[in-house]
């Protein structure tokens, strides 16, 4: 396939939706030329939005991280989390009671921000469960992995309720050659020893797609074929993008490499509309 | 569980979503008194929507079905179909060009209206494949399944390309002990022996719900909280409302059996909110 | 990983197991020299065996086989096949009654020659199968597909019962381009209906192995370590190979190729001791 | 199906495989009135083994841990675990240098006690890794899962070598309610991190049947119906004696229990030839 410029292609579109890590990030910071990028898309009068799986941080944490390496214009409303969708979902389903937990209890206090009371695992008492109505996969952080993924088997083994996953990716990059396990990855484990499947959030799934749509469209009339979805995975990003009816283009700053894309487009059948080096061009 | 009587619990939501085989009709026809069912809906000022992954009718096809095994009532706009969407999103993919398919060549008719030549499996030429942009799973008759399978491996090995499943569901029932494999189940064989993954519609995916969601705001001003999803399936009906974010009634006049549905949820862990033995009470 | 010769490396064993498929014949045919190598292998004093995935063929019907494409000097005691464990498992599980099957008439009579019935599934009646005790997956010929796939599906939702894969193998290539899906595919696609594992016979299996093992051991005395094995498929025969504690060599004419050898390996982590682009040298 | 007597089975058979936990102990210790059954079985002759995935002690060390719950009849000799399986391959393919682990130094010890230099994963230098030729999980303690987990995840995505999981079990009990998860259940975590599958050990294999099979046979002339496989898992004790051609009896006294073993067979197509309480009647 041949490749693209990022900044002849949205010309095209009237909104860009664009993964965070990989594409405007990376393990060391901003990605050299993405102030400027960002700089383009707005002067081009292009709606931006932000789709992240990272489920850890609200919007408002999310902008001060952006701020931190170097981008100031990204404003909260303009960032949109797995963790938000997985929140919906718990709100409507569950009013009053607690919610047990694995992640931070920074991350539970955004996430559970609603009359609940956040337990951490470690601080279930497995002979009394009763009042406990959810269980949420949030974070890897935060507990200690061996106490925390036994203490989470075996109460899923007592009680059955609704187990959410609020990140469903499996990894993430924290440097050039090396990754760290999930909270994705951390709940397909607990999966696999209960023989059960939890309720998922984050992309690919269509949810996602379809939250950014409905809000983008609350400030002007955008059909699908008006957003351009820019990412740098092929199973969530451009998988995601492609279900949900948007051109995609695939950039290879991140997860996806210009050594081998096509490959791993060849492999998995997971084709992008466009492919670029990267957003700076 | 306790269980509710569906005319009770309906009294508090505006809309209902209900899925068509095993809550409407079986492998007999109509189930009876869904008829009365279905006007009390419509009396107590309901809004109605039938979602089903049944990809190989028309929603007037659908209207045609209904009317043929007694119920007069519904109208084509209230009926949404996987293959609805599958059809978007190749509307929204590709303009011009062949479309190879498995199914009946009036299942692709009807999917492939906008200007695409569809192409059958049968008469692919494989040393001619150029122009073939797509390939989709409809439907698992009108093909010779020993040819139609070895046929589409080997033209999914020479050609990379996007490959959509019209209808995800595995199987469905042709009597009260038996079932048949459906496109669903054939389609996994396929990913197997290609070690892919295919773009699949359907239930439990929330583009579903949400083009359901969608449409009924067309008509009116309806939250998550206004609508009840009634379905015989946790993995699709009730895992799907669930993580859409609905209320859930699991009706046991389908899949799930009066027998073993306690067994059922516990081991699934999908939860339905409401449990009735079917919806005419 | 550096490439080896074939006849350079077999001076350090006693005892040689290859593959069928892909090491001594391929879609067209003997690969050319195969018969040079063989006498090789005989003339340097080496046992041989061939271990095979094929079930369909009796040890007989496999010698012929390779008659007709010009290797003559193949013993019946040589060849070992998949299906003969299989047979074996179901001599000592089942003494009488009747077993169904899907496959070719051929196959069964081979299969099931010891005062069992064999009933090939198109003459199953559903509504009197309490004597079969046993259902077997030999051949993905002999039988209409539709009619088969869904006819073993009702079967075994009627009836608990040992269900045997006589041949694990998702595919068989059938050109230089082109493969066919083989039982173990369509095995696959019923057990992922069901819900259930079935029982599987073939490499990467110890029990192949270790039957040659047995086997070779009546005649002489031989340590693992004595034995090499040669395969074209890292997931069966290097797989099945090193687990077993052989020392294995990968050749690149079959199913893994010159082009991406490397790549697989890398993918897969499943890594031969030797390299070698044929036989023949 | 009916339920048997242990004493009036085995008299059927000239030896007897029995798993260890489930049968002999539990969380608790040994099962009341083992003592006696194991008595019995050598006074009428029969030869005994026991077949345990417990790769974490050496066969001295489960003998005397079953000297310590009160069973001090056991032989070192009469104890095949799948680590010795595990260590079996790794010294026919292995011979110098270094294999790292997870697991505690004392499994390594054991494991590894061929001339072979054990690196825990928390001293591997990832920058001088090229000594390093195998890698094996053998254990859930020894480590902290968070730094251990993380770091065998990198180790692996930088160098491609052989990689043993020495207990296939994902999880054991350890009290009537709770399990902690095995090194096994570990080891697939990280497998679906990389995407690769690892070379297991441990029933179902085949190879732990083989081997206990070529043991006795030493010491007298056994063929497979003169022997009984007894243990309390389905998809382990059973699906591996059944499909290594032994008959096999189901006891209830551990994972599979009185009051769902039907339901159990019945979704597992996996049907051991007798099924009893205990190995106590």
Known sequence: MEKVSFKSIISNYKAVFVDSYGVLKNHQGLI???????????????????????ASRSQDEQVEMFMNIGLNTLKSSEIITSGMLARHFLELK?????????????????????GIEPVPVAEIDLEDIDDILAFVFLDDEGFDWNEGINKTVNFLRRKNLPVIVANSDKYYPISNNDVAVAIGGISRLIESVLNQKFIRFGKPDSQMFMYAYDDINKYGNFSKSDILMVGDTLHTDILG?????????????????????????????????????????
């Open 94 to 114: 569950i009013k009053t009671g607690k919610i047990a937990y694995l992640g931070t209890p920074s991350s539970a206090r955004y996430f559970l921000q609603f």
């Open 241 to 281: 993008g492609n279900k949900f009816g948007l051109k995609t283009l695939l950039v290879l700053s991140g997860n996806t490499r210009p050594e081998n894309f096509e490959m791993k487009i060849n492999s998995t059948g997971i084709i992008p509309d466009y492919i670029t080096d990267s957003i700076l061009t």
């Open 32 to 54: 050299d030329g993405v102030e400027t990028a960002i700089k383009h898309v707005r002067d081009e009068g292009k709606i931006l939005r932000v789709l992240t799986n990272d």
